[in-house]
Protein backbone atom coordinates (compact mmCIF):
# COMPACT_ATOMS: atom_id res chain seq x y z
CA UNK A 1 0.00 0.00 0.00
CA UNK A 2 1.08 3.54 -1.16
CA UNK A 3 0.05 5.80 2.15
CA UNK A 4 0.24 9.67 2.82
CA UNK A 5 0.51 10.51 6.58
CA UNK A 6 -0.70 14.22 7.51
CA UNK A 7 0.64 15.43 10.78
CA UNK A 8 3.33 13.94 12.89
CA UNK A 9 2.25 14.40 16.24
CA UNK A 10 1.99 10.82 18.38
CA UNK A 11 -0.69 9.41 16.08
CA UNK A 12 0.60 10.16 12.71
CA UNK A 13 4.24 9.01 14.12
CA UNK A 14 2.94 5.53 15.41
CA UNK A 15 1.24 5.35 12.20
CA UNK A 16 4.54 5.81 10.07
CA UNK A 17 5.58 3.25 12.24
CA UNK A 18 2.80 0.99 11.72
CA UNK A 19 3.21 1.74 8.23
CA UNK A 20 6.80 0.79 7.57
CA UNK A 21 6.46 -2.20 9.68
CA UNK A 22 3.95 -3.75 7.09
CA UNK A 23 6.19 -2.72 4.23
CA UNK A 24 4.03 0.21 3.15
CA UNK A 25 5.70 2.54 1.19
CA UNK A 26 4.89 5.71 3.67
CA UNK A 27 4.97 9.35 2.77
CA UNK A 28 4.59 11.97 5.47
CA UNK A 29 3.83 15.35 5.41
CA UNK A 30 4.31 17.97 8.33
CA UNK A 31 5.31 21.63 8.60
CA UNK A 32 7.62 21.15 11.42
CA UNK A 33 11.37 20.57 9.40
CA UNK A 34 12.59 19.18 12.39
CA UNK A 35 9.56 16.59 13.02
CA UNK A 36 10.94 15.12 9.32
CA UNK A 37 14.34 15.08 10.11
CA UNK A 38 13.91 13.03 12.92
CA UNK A 39 11.50 10.16 11.90
CA UNK A 40 14.24 10.12 9.12
CA UNK A 41 16.50 8.71 11.17
CA UNK A 42 14.52 5.88 12.21
CA UNK A 43 12.28 5.07 9.28
CA UNK A 44 12.74 4.15 6.14
CA UNK A 45 10.07 6.61 4.62
CA UNK A 46 9.89 9.88 2.53
CA UNK A 47 9.41 13.21 5.17
CA UNK A 48 8.18 16.40 3.38
CA UNK A 49 8.21 19.46 4.99
CA UNK A 50 5.25 21.57 4.19
CA UNK A 51 1.68 22.35 4.50
CA UNK A 52 -0.57 19.57 3.33
CA UNK A 53 -2.86 22.07 1.75
CA UNK A 54 -0.71 23.13 -0.53
CA UNK A 55 -1.67 20.87 -3.90
CA UNK A 56 1.83 20.77 -5.14
CA UNK A 57 3.31 19.13 -1.42
CA UNK A 58 0.58 16.72 -2.42
CA UNK A 59 1.84 16.25 -5.59
CA UNK A 60 5.47 15.84 -4.57
CA UNK A 61 4.08 13.07 -1.98
CA UNK A 62 2.69 11.04 -4.93
CA UNK A 63 -0.82 12.00 -4.46
CA UNK A 64 -2.12 10.68 -7.61
CA UNK A 65 -0.65 7.28 -6.95
CA UNK A 66 -1.59 6.92 -3.13
CA UNK A 67 -4.05 4.48 -2.37
CA UNK A 68 -5.15 6.32 1.09
CA UNK A 69 -4.23 8.88 2.94
CA UNK A 70 -4.99 9.79 6.58
CA UNK A 71 -5.22 13.30 8.31
CA UNK A 72 -3.84 13.37 12.00
CA UNK A 73 -3.36 17.15 12.61
CA UNK A 74 -4.93 18.89 15.41
CA UNK A 75 -6.53 21.02 13.48
CA UNK A 76 -9.71 20.10 11.60
CA UNK A 77 -9.56 22.67 9.06
CA UNK A 78 -6.27 21.35 7.54
CA UNK A 79 -7.67 17.74 7.42
CA UNK A 80 -10.66 18.17 6.27
CA UNK A 81 -9.25 20.53 3.29
CA UNK A 82 -6.25 18.20 2.56
CA UNK A 83 -9.46 15.31 2.58
CA UNK A 84 -11.00 17.46 0.00
CA UNK A 85 -8.14 17.43 -2.23
CA UNK A 86 -7.48 13.45 -1.58
CA UNK A 87 -10.80 12.86 -2.86
CA UNK A 88 -10.54 15.59 -5.91
CA UNK A 89 -7.08 13.41 -6.63
CA UNK A 90 -9.51 10.46 -6.11
CA UNK A 91 -7.38 8.55 -3.63
CA UNK A 92 -9.78 5.47 -2.42
CA UNK A 93 -9.27 5.25 1.08
CA UNK A 94 -9.28 9.03 3.27
CA UNK A 95 -9.16 8.61 6.49
CA UNK A 96 -9.00 11.43 9.26
CA UNK A 97 -9.35 12.17 13.08
CA UNK A 98 -12.15 14.87 13.95
CA UNK A 99 -10.94 16.68 16.71
CA UNK A 100 -14.02 18.92 17.48
CA UNK A 101 -17.41 16.01 17.09
CA UNK A 102 -19.42 19.12 15.51
CA UNK A 103 -17.36 19.04 12.39
CA UNK A 104 -17.99 15.51 11.98
CA UNK A 105 -21.04 15.91 9.36
CA UNK A 106 -18.61 18.09 7.24
CA UNK A 107 -16.09 15.27 7.02
CA UNK A 108 -18.97 12.25 6.68
CA UNK A 109 -20.10 15.29 3.29
CA UNK A 110 -16.83 15.27 1.49
CA UNK A 111 -16.87 11.06 2.17
CA UNK A 112 -14.22 10.54 4.54
CA UNK A 113 -14.19 7.68 7.22
CA UNK A 114 -13.52 9.78 10.77
CA UNK A 115 -12.12 8.73 13.71
CA UNK A 116 -13.52 10.62 16.89
CA UNK A 117 -10.80 13.10 19.07
CA UNK A 118 -8.61 9.81 20.49
CA UNK A 119 -7.78 11.99 23.11
CA UNK A 120 -10.52 12.21 24.65
CA UNK A 121 -11.67 8.62 23.77
CA UNK A 122 -8.13 7.74 25.96
CA UNK A 123 -9.11 10.01 28.53
CA UNK A 124 -12.64 8.32 29.19
CA UNK A 125 -11.57 5.54 28.38
CA UNK A 126 -8.75 5.44 31.41
CA UNK A 127 -11.26 7.16 33.36
CA UNK A 128 -13.47 4.12 33.56
CA UNK A 129 -10.35 1.63 33.95
CA UNK A 130 -9.15 3.84 37.03
CA UNK A 131 -11.99 3.87 38.53
CA UNK A 132 -13.07 0.32 38.43
CA UNK A 133 -10.08 -2.22 38.31
CA UNK A 134 -12.62 -4.81 37.11
CA UNK A 135 -12.19 -4.42 34.18
CA UNK A 136 -9.48 -5.02 31.98
CA UNK A 137 -9.10 -4.65 27.42
CA UNK A 138 -8.20 -7.48 25.84
CA UNK A 139 -7.67 -6.89 22.48
CA UNK A 140 -8.91 -3.34 19.83
CA UNK A 141 -10.51 -5.27 16.46
CA UNK A 142 -11.37 -2.96 13.72
CA UNK A 143 -15.13 -1.23 14.95
CA UNK A 144 -14.78 -2.16 18.29
CA UNK A 145 -13.43 -3.38 21.43
CA UNK A 146 -13.31 -6.85 23.21
CA UNK A 147 -12.55 -6.39 27.24
CA UNK A 148 -13.27 -8.52 30.27
CA UNK A 149 -14.89 -7.69 33.61
CA UNK A 150 -15.01 -10.08 37.11
CA UNK A 151 -17.82 -9.52 38.81
CA UNK A 152 -17.77 -9.05 42.77
CA UNK A 153 -19.99 -10.07 45.36
CA UNK A 154 -22.48 -7.45 45.99
CA UNK A 155 -22.54 -5.34 42.65
CA UNK A 156 -25.63 -4.74 40.97
CA UNK A 157 -24.99 -7.01 38.55
CA UNK A 158 -25.31 -9.95 40.73
CA UNK A 159 -28.56 -11.87 40.44
CA UNK A 160 -29.59 -10.37 37.33
CA UNK A 161 -30.21 -12.14 33.97
CA UNK A 162 -28.22 -10.73 31.04
CA UNK A 163 -32.13 -9.96 29.03
CA UNK A 164 -32.49 -7.07 32.20
CA UNK A 165 -29.72 -4.95 31.50
CA UNK A 166 -29.32 -2.54 28.88
CA UNK A 167 -27.18 -3.85 26.23
CA UNK A 168 -28.18 -2.44 22.97
CA UNK A 169 -24.63 -1.73 21.84
CA UNK A 170 -22.26 -4.09 23.49
CA UNK A 171 -22.93 -7.84 24.37
CA UNK A 172 -21.90 -10.56 26.44
CA UNK A 173 -19.80 -12.71 24.32
CA UNK A 174 -18.42 -15.36 27.06
CA UNK A 175 -18.41 -16.07 30.69
CA UNK A 176 -15.93 -18.02 32.76
CA UNK A 177 -18.13 -19.18 36.13
CA UNK A 178 -16.30 -19.92 39.13
CA UNK A 179 -14.70 -23.98 38.99
CA UNK A 180 -13.41 -23.40 35.95
CA UNK A 181 -17.03 -23.02 33.65
CA UNK A 182 -17.09 -21.66 30.32
CA UNK A 183 -20.74 -20.34 29.37
CA UNK A 184 -21.78 -18.78 25.77
CA UNK A 185 -24.34 -16.69 27.57
CA UNK A 186 -28.03 -16.13 26.49
CA UNK A 187 -30.39 -13.92 27.58
CA UNK A 188 -31.92 -15.99 30.18
CA UNK A 189 -28.09 -16.45 32.32
CA UNK A 190 -28.47 -15.13 35.85
CA UNK A 191 -24.85 -13.05 36.74
CA UNK A 192 -22.94 -14.94 39.68
CA UNK A 193 -20.68 -13.18 42.11
CA UNK A 194 -16.87 -13.78 40.71
CA UNK A 195 -17.98 -14.65 37.04
CA UNK A 196 -15.30 -13.46 34.29
CA UNK A 197 -17.86 -11.54 31.44
CA UNK A 198 -16.00 -11.16 28.27
CA UNK A 199 -17.86 -8.39 26.40
CA UNK A 200 -17.87 -6.89 23.08
CA UNK A 201 -18.71 -3.16 22.28
CA UNK A 202 -18.81 -1.41 19.22
CA UNK A 203 -15.82 1.51 18.93
CA UNK A 204 -19.11 4.28 18.55
CA UNK A 205 -20.64 2.69 22.10
CA UNK A 206 -17.91 2.32 23.65
CA UNK A 207 -18.28 5.35 26.21
CA UNK A 208 -22.34 4.72 27.06
CA UNK A 209 -20.95 0.49 27.15
CA UNK A 210 -18.15 1.26 29.68
CA UNK A 211 -20.45 3.79 31.68
CA UNK A 212 -23.31 1.23 32.27
CA UNK A 213 -21.19 -1.63 32.92
CA UNK A 214 -19.28 0.69 35.12
CA UNK A 215 -22.00 1.92 37.47
CA UNK A 216 -23.57 -1.86 37.17
CA UNK A 217 -20.38 -3.37 38.63
CA UNK A 218 -20.69 -0.50 41.88
CA UNK A 219 -21.66 -2.46 45.36
CA UNK A 220 -25.35 -2.02 46.32
CA UNK A 221 -25.77 0.37 48.80
CA UNK A 222 -26.81 -1.04 52.33
CA UNK A 223 -29.37 0.54 54.25
Request: charged fraction near 25%; hydrophobic fraction near 40%.
Amino acid sequence: MYIIIIGLGGIGRNLAAISVEHGDSVVVIDKDEGRCSEILEHYDLLAIAGNATDRSILEDAGIDRADALVATTSDDAVNLMTCWLAKKFNVSTVVSIVNSTEHSDLFTEVGVKISENPDELVANRLYYWSENPNMQQLATIPGGIIFEIEVEEGALLVDQEIRELDVKDFVFIAIKRAGGDLIIPSGKVRIRPNDIITVFTKKEAEDECLRILNNQLKKRSIN
